[in-house]
């Protein structure tokens, strides 16, 4: 391996330069000398190490085991037994002492010397099977039992191991030469392939391709799945499927299948061999071509390069090949739901109010006709295996409830009941269905909507028969949520699966159970009683699962009125013994203890081979303690609801304290743990934080009702200074408590982000003392209610001074920041997963979600407007209305169509704070203009890599605050400001802006101010050049709004040439390329992204580790604002009208005049007419609206029209963001600046 050779090299360069130390250099030489197989050089370090001479500081210590291991080698080589045998027993002795103190601290700890022993173990077990032969003469082949038995414990051995580099490394390159003595060189192969895939995943891409040649030379089968990987991980997508192209005509044909082939071979991205034909000869040979196969159609699927048949195709075939095989049937189901994702919501958008789709001239197939069949595949995977349980199931549920709710909307519509005629269908059931339209496609619609409703429900009546109850019992709060669902068949059903899981899980499952059966809601509450009577029915009278249906109710009766006890005025305890008789004398209970531990499903062993059912024993009784007593106190907590703190006693004697909360819906803390207990399995997936260990500490959490529940109860102390000091004064142990701390905020911190979770104060934020991590506790405020409240939470997440203090020296740039970024990335990857989860919080009412809210009117047109001036009865100044459930969607529009292109928004177009924070949340990065756009990022904690100052023409003030803070990126287009950057940011990086071409369709051309000519290039890059300023990348703007996509091919083939250049002057290769803004959302903004994806595929598709970034502006902000005004005045001429508004040109609409806007109005009646305010039916005239000022000039709209208005109604004015309130002015005291933004946010379709 290169980096072994080189570390060799480095080895015996610091021998000759530095010999006083050769003990040292010999100790850490002999590290690498043994993985590679050099005896003699093995040999010479290690009389090197045993030489007298001083060792640098810790080299013993850390290289002494290796030094042991080589030993170990060196005797197996020489036959000499008994030194084998003294050096591993003296090597284990080694290893006794420390093992010991680091078991008492935890396993963590422990684990790198129990890797050590492993290491030995082999060694070993190598050494026994040897006898008196030497390591390098005696050779095994696999049809020896006993060394095939060793090779099998081995690997069985490995798996147990943590899928990381540092613990399986030694292992394999041991394994390596066991193997390459033996001349088995497919297996030395396989070995680097694991070698290979480990470095991957730990991100050292050099070290892994070098392992992948490794393992091609050694004769490895499967190297290009290895090698594809690679490539995919370092973002070279076409070279990752051409090299799986090529390795699956390489293939039989006959086991590929000539369907794959031939889509293998249509539309191919580079040129391939013809395909390899011959008979079929390994029964394995399905493994390989499956493996390969799933992994070129989820790469294909995922970059869309082939037509949708084509996938379903190499989907299908792969389920051929292996029909017992999970994996192939999950992401079979994953391409299906994305299908009907995609349908949908192109369906959805081409039907307006008048339109309909039909079956019968469709274009595509109606989304739901998808549906069967992703449902049939993720049931089958579920029938195979549980590794994609948690991502599986959820979503079957997910999308088997959405269409019980679209099939019945469907059949309520009054264009289905009202109507003389009648259809009657005949089904199995003998379910008798009526039916009237007069139209035929109506019909046929609802027929195709009522044949996928069976199939569906055939589906999922399969799946209650065939699925194990422990899958059912991981999504049971979702299957309680929806006991409610609006179609009877659904709901009959999601009854018998939620009675066959509590007949086979009673003590986890009545606890799920006993909030929704002391609901408030009256539907609710029957659904449950029938449940759990049925249940209860499979029990003999008398039994011990009969009891425990007895006891339930009994013992929650009691809980309930023990949370809601207000006890006495200023007590702190209350007395169980005399106060709660009742419950003291129902103990002990056959009841478990609803601790974490007992809650959580186990998932079984499983075997892939399906050779063994799925064990179903996901919980051992012998570990779960049942309720046996309580403690006599209780004590009273000093907060606002007074919880009570109250110990249970388990039947093994261990005190369990719990928290019950009165007046508190702790449904939505249930829900929560179980969105951070998902988020907690993807954390331990993702490479980068397995590898972390980051985790987010959870608690079990029990609703009682609805209105009160019990949780864990985890008091910590609230004293935060100098705490790590305290608590941890032994190094090793401060030091892993301040790491578990950083990790655990970080990932709280964004999990929090991402669910809007607010009121995070000192008894919601509490630190664990035995370890550092950090908790929260109380979820009540969600979803960005804080934004809600009086004084509005406007932080992302709680991170206080002292919060950054026990982050230690590098403070939040350290590891925090490191484990913000890697948990955001995961949650992104799966949000998908994540959204099942939360999708409960909506089918599962929350108090406060189905209180009545008053209004002065219906809500039709413009929802947030009137309601917030519904809400202030006394506002009368204009307001914006930020809606960032259209930021959302936009940044999702953004990722969609340029993906490979990272966006900088542009602040100069609106720089509201809110919106600024919702674009970081998002992942945007930001382009600035000018020291207080710089300022005004940074004030929201934005790194300084996130920004780029582009502005070709900077004062010197502005340049040099930039160098102060660490803004290292900037445009220019002039020798002057070459010089100017020289002088005061000289280690500022450089993209040469150039002028675009013509601009002149674009609504604000820039060409005119703006960009390098071509016969200025050559100049100006070998002015900056000789300056020392490197020159990293080219900036080009097309113009503001432009209306010309082609504009943008233009300017990038302009931009090539410029990287031609540079790279004829003998500069050093650019890499960056900004295609400045001008975007404008919708059809215009997708058209463009089409012609600058096929563009820089054209003319820079063969740049490695070009980064690709873009300056929206107007894209991002015009359509999130919505601006309100106020009728002021008004003046009656004939028929026409004139309004006086409290707003203008002068103010947020001077975009009308310096942005060339088109502006469009939409009335808003609250005052004049509270029953019909958006005025819909009135008679309407042709209207000037004139703005507030004295100058004629401050007209907004001329022959509008426009219903009778009066003072104080209101004007509501759409897609304002861009240009407008950032370029108002105070002219005659109306203050632009002090127009008021109301946060709001509406589903993003």
Request: hydrophobic share 40%; net charge neutral; glycine share 6%.
């Amino acid at each position: 391996m290169s980096h072994l050779q080189a570390m060799v090299t480095h080895v015996d360069g610091l021998i000759s330069r530095v010999p006083q130390y050769k003990k040292s250099w010999c100790m850490q030489g002999v590290q690498a000398a043994w993985r590679l197989g050099r005896w003699d050089l093995m040999d010479e370090y290690l009389a090197g190490a045993d030489e007298e001479g001083p060792v640098c500081s810790s080299s013993e210590s850390t290289a002494s085991f290796d030094m042991d291991v080589a030993k170990i080698l060196q005797a197996m080589m020489k036959k000499d037994q008994l030194s084998v045998a003294e050096i591993i027993a003296h090597s284990k002795q080694a290893l006794l002492a420390p093992l010991a103190a680091a078991g008492m601290d935890s396993y963590m700890r422990a684990y790198p010397l129990v890797v050590k022993l492993h290491m030995l173990r082999e060694l070993e077990d190598f050494h026994n099977i040897l006898v008196n032969d030497s390591f390098l003469e005696k050779s095994f082949h696999l049809d020896d039992s006993n060394f095939l038995k060793v090779v099998q414990d081995w690997d069985n051995r490995l798996r147990f191991t943590q899928p990381s580099l540092w613990p399986r490394e030694p292992l394999l390159a041991f394994r390596r030469l066991v193997f390459g003595a033996s001349g088995l060189g497919v297996h030395v192969g396989s070995c680097w392939l694991q070698y290979a895939k480990l470095c991957r995943s730990a991100g050292q891409f050099e070290i892994a391709n070098r392992a992948i040649l490794e393992a091609q030379s050694s004769g490895a089968t499967n190297f290009h799945l290895e090698k594809a990987k690679l490539l995919w991980s370092t973002r070279r997508t076409d070279g990752a499927l051409a090299e799986l192209q090529q390795s699956l005509l390489n293939m039989p044909v006959d086991v590929v299948g000539s369907a794959a082939i031939s889509s293998l071979t249509s539309r191919s991205l580079v040129p391939l061999n013809p395909p390899f034909a011959c008979a079929t000869q390994l029964s394995n040979e399905n493994k390989d071509v499956a493996k390969t196969l799933l992994l070129y159609s989820r790469w294909i699927h995922y970059t869309g390069q082939k037509q949708k048949e084509d996938v379903l195709g190499l989907y299908s075939r792969v389920r051929d090949l292996l029909p017992m095989w999970e994996k192939a049937y999950f992401y079979m189901a994953k391409y299906c739901d994305d299908l009907l994702v995609d349908a949908r919501k192109r369906q959805d958008e081409n039907l307006g109010p008048g339109s309909r789709l039909t079956t019968t001239n469709a274009v595509e197939k109606a989304w739901w006709s998808y549906l069967s069949d992703a449902l049939l595949y993720y049931s089958k995977g579920l029938q195979r295996g549980h590794k994609n349980l948690f991502q599986a199931l959820p979503r079957l549920l997910t999308l088997w409830f959405d269409f019980g709710s679209v099939y019945n909307r469907m059949r309520s519509t009054s264009e289905l009941r009202n109507h003389h005629k009648k259809v009657e269908i005949s089904v199995p059931e003998q379910v008798l269905f009526s039916f009237g339209s007069s139209s035929f496609d109506t019909l046929m619609l609802y027929l195709s909507k009522f044949k996928i409703i069976l199939q569906v429900m055939s589906i999922m009546r399969d799946c209650l028969k065939d699925l194990p109850k422990y899958q059912w019992l991981t999504a049971l709060p979702q299957l309680v949520s929806r006991i409610c669902h609006q179609n009877e068949e659904t709901v009959r059903l999601v009854k018998l699966i939620i009675t066959s899981v509590l007949q086979e899980f009673p003590q986890q499952a009545l606890w799920i159970m006993a909030a929704v059966s002391k609901s408030t809601i009256p539907a609710r509450r029957e659904a449950a009683s029938e449940i759990i009577q049925a249940a209860r029915k499979r029990f003999a009278h008398g039994s011990e699962g009969s009891n425990l249906f007895v006891q339930f109710p009994c013992l929650i009766e009691h809980l309930i009125k023990l949370c809601f006890h207000p006890g006495q005025p200023k007590a702190r305890t209350i007395n169980i013994a005399t106060e709660f008789s009742a419950l003291k004398r129902i103990m002990p209970l056959g009841i478990i203890m609803p601790i974490q531990q007992a809650l959580t499903v186990s998932l079984p062993s499983f075997d892939a081979n399906m050779t063994d059912p799925l064990r179903s024993d996901i919980f051992s009784a012998t570990d779960i303690a049942t309720i046996s007593g309580i403690k006599d106190e209780a004590e009273i907590l000093s907060s606002l609801q007074r919880p009570k703190k109250v110990i249970f006693i388990g039947n093994d004697g261990v005190e369990h304290p719990f928290l019950c909360k009165p007046k508190d819906d702790l449904r939505k803390d249930a829900r929560m743990m179980e969105f951070m207990a998902m988020v907690n399995r993807l954390l331990s997936k993702y490479p980068e934080s397995r590898r972390r260990k980051l985790y987010i500490r959870t608690f079990a959490v029990i609703p009682l009702t609805e209105d009160c529940g019990w949780q864990d109860a985890r008091m910590f102390p609230p004293v935060f200074h100098n705490w790590f000091v305290t608590m941890f004064s032994e190094p090793a142990a401060w030091f892993r408590a301040r790491i578990a701390y950083a990790h655990t905020t970080a990932v709280w911190s964004m999990v929090g982000h991402i669910v809007g979770l607010g009121d995070r104060h000192g008894e919601n934020i509490l630190f664990d003392s035995t370890t550092g991590d950090c908790v929260h506790v109380d979820f009540s405020c969600l979803f960005d209610r804080g934004l809600q409240l009086e004084k509005p939470e406007l932080v992302p997440f709680r991170l206080t001074q002292n919060m950054i203090d026990g982050l230690g020296i590098t403070g939040y740039e350290g590891i925090f920041l490191r484990v913000c970024e890697i948990t955001l990335s995961v949650l992104r990857t799966h949000r998908e997963t994540l959204m099942s989860v939360l999708e409960t919080f909506i089918h599962d009412p929350l108090v406060e979600w189905t209180k009545s809210h008053k209004s002065s009117g219906v809500e039709v047109d413009k929802p947030h407007a009137q309601s917030i001036i519904s809400e202030n009865q006394e506002v009368s100044d204009p307001f914006y209305v930020l809606d960032l459930g259209v930021v959302c969607s936009l940044m999702d529009q953004w990722s969609s169509n340029l993906p490979t292109v990272r966006p900088f928004y542009a602040v100069k177009c609106n720089p509201e704070p809110t919106f600024l924070a919702a674009l970081a949340a998002l992942g945007v990065c930001f382009d600035c203009a000018s020291k207080a756009e710089i300022e005004a990022v940074l004030a929201l904690g934005i790194n300084t890599d996130q920004i780029v100052f582009a502005n070709p023409c900077k004062a010197e003030a502005h340049i040099k605050y930039a160098a102060t803070v660490g803004v290292n990126l900037t445009t220019f287009d002039s020798q002057c400001e070459i010089e100017k950057i020289k002088k005061w940011h000289p280690k500022c990086a450089l993209l040469l802006r150039i002028k675009a071409g013509d601009d002149a369709d674009a609504r604000c051309p820039l060409g005119l101010k703006y960009g390098a000519l071509p016969e200025e290039v050559t100049l100006l890059l070998q002015a900056a050049h000789a300056a020392g300023l490197p020159v990293t990348g080219v900036s080009f703007h097309v113009g503001s709004a432009t209306t010309f996509s082609q504009a943008y091919r233009s300017a990038i083939v302009a931009a090539k040439s410029v990287f031609d250049t540079a790279e004829q002057l003998g500069m050093p290769k650019l890499r960056t390329l900004n295609i400045g803004g001008g975007f404008v959302a919708g059809p215009q903004f997708e058209n463009a992204a089409i012609t600058i994806t096929d563009a820089l595929q054209s003319y820079f598709g063969n740049e490695p580790g070009l980064e690709i970034i873009s300056e929206p502006g107007r894209f991002f902000a015009e359509t999130s604002f919505t601006l309100v005004i106020c009728i002021i005045g008004k003046r009656v001429r004939g028929e026409l009208r004139e309004y006086w508004v409290n707003d203008g040109i002068y103010g947020s609409l001077n975009c009308i005049l310096f942005d060339h806007a088109t502006v469009t109005a939409t009335p808003l009646a609250c005052k004049s007419d509270s029953t019909n305010p958006t005025c819909d039916g009135p008679k309407t005239y042709q209207s000037t609206v004139f703005g507030p000022t004295c100058d004629a000039l401050d007209t907004i709209l001329t022959d509008y029209k426009l219903p009778e208005l009066e003072v104080n109604d209101w004007l509501v004015f759409p897609n304002v963001g861009a240009y407008t309130a950032c370029a108002g002015s105070k002219f005659n005291g109306f203050d632009t600046s002090a127009i008021p933004t109301y946060v709001a946010y509406s589903d993003p379709k």
